[in-house]
C-alpha cells in the first residue's frame, strides 16, 4: 500500500496562512488524484480540495477563493497553499492518493472519500484569535 505523510501544520493567527505538504511513495507519474480532507473534533472528515495528474481539480465551497491545492507530478507531492484562515479551518487535515476519473462528474468524485485508497496520519491546523 502507498504509503502518504503529512506536514506542514501548526498554530496560526486568524487571517494568517499556512502552506501544507504531503508526499506519497507511489510511482511519480501515474495516473491517480491526490487529495486533502478534515475533520474537526466531534464531526466527520470532510473534503477540502483534489487535484488529478491531468490537472482537473476540485474545491470545497467553504475554501474555493482561500485555497489552493496544486501536485508536482514528477515528486508525487502534494500541495495545499491555505489563505485567510478562520477559526473554521481548526482541524485534522489528512492527505490522500486515489484513482483517476473522467468525465463531467470528476470534481464531484474527487471529493468522494471512498475515491481515496491511501491515507496518511494528519497534521493538526489550528487558528486562533
Known amino acids: 500500500q502507498e504509503q502518504v505523510a503529512e506536514s506542514g501544520g501548526g498554530s496560526v493567527q486568524i487571517g494568517g496562512s499556512l502552506r501544507l505538504t504531503c508526499t506519497a511513495s507511489?510511482?511519480?507519474?501515474?495516473?491517480?488524484?491526490m487529495a486533502w480532507f478534515r475533520q474537526a473534533p466531534g464531526k466527520e472528515r470532510g473534503a477540502v480540495a483534489a487535484?488529478?495528474?491531468?490537472?482537473?481539480?476540485a474545491y470545497a465551497d467553504t475554501v474555493k477563493g482561500r485555497f489552493t491545492i496544486s501536485l508536482d507530478n514528477a515528486k508525487n507531492t502534494l500541495y495545499l497553499q491555505m489563505n485567510s484562515l478562520t477559526p473554521e479551518d481548526t482541524a485534522m487535515y489528512y492527505c490522500?492518493?486515489?484513482?483517476?476519473?473522467?468525465?463531467?462528474?470528476?470534481?464531484?468524485?474527487?471529493?468522494?472519500?471512498?475515491?481515496?485508497?491511501?491515507w496518511g496520519q494528519g497534521t493538526q491546523v489550528t487558528v486562533s484569535s
Open positions: 507511489g510511482r511519480p507519474g501515474y495516473n491517480h488524484s
Open positions: 487535484v488529478q495528474s491531468d490537472g482537473v481539480t
Open positions: 490522500a492518493t486515489g484513482g483517476f476519473c473522467r468525465g463531467i462528474y470528476c470534481d464531484t468524485i474527487l471529493l468522494y472519500t471512498h475515491n481515496y485508497r491511501s
